[in-house]
């Protein structure tokens, strides 16, 4: 299987919910950004995935990024994300949403267990009251701390500025 086989429409995505719900397999969502690939993604997907048994990512586009992070974001491109995401071998499909929070998504996946980091309270994160009105579950993981693009991207900048 090659990495762009595991990027979905949200109709592809659906037939595919279908198959694995078919096959009784639990499925667990989880959004974000993801502009540069870091530890603290892969431990929190890695988590995430061991939660159920099918890992959905929704990935923010780059006119989102933009909207919510500032003109200077997304720092890669959509499609490259998507697919060094799909790349890891603990997520089983991205799909890609345009709006600044991923409620119509998840309306739409319907997971059976919603998860985010422990830097959100349970009542906090978009989405619980629908994943929890259809029986499901709604967890955080803990975040490996220290690691964030935000912070990679300062280090990069403060050593450009004193190399000047």
Known sequence: MNSSDKIFTLPQLQEQLEAW???????????GCFDLLHLGHVDYL???????DKLVLGLNTDA????????SRPLQDEMSRARVMASLL????VVLFND??????IKAVQP???VKGDDYAVEQIVGHEVVVAKGGKVKTVP?????STT??????ENQINENR
């Open 112 to 114: 059976d267990i919603l």
């Open 151 to 156: 912070n990679i991207v300062s280090k990069i």
């Open 100 to 105: 600044d929070t991923p409620l119509e998504l």
């Open 21 to 31: 719900r078919a096959q009784g397999q639990k499925i667990v969502f989880t959004n």
């Open 46 to 52: 890695e988590k995430a995935r061991q939660l159920g």
């Open 143 to 147: 975040l490996v701390k220290g690691y």
């Open 64 to 71: 989102s990024i933009s909207r919510i992070k500032g003109p």
């Open 90 to 93: 603990f997520v089983d499909a």
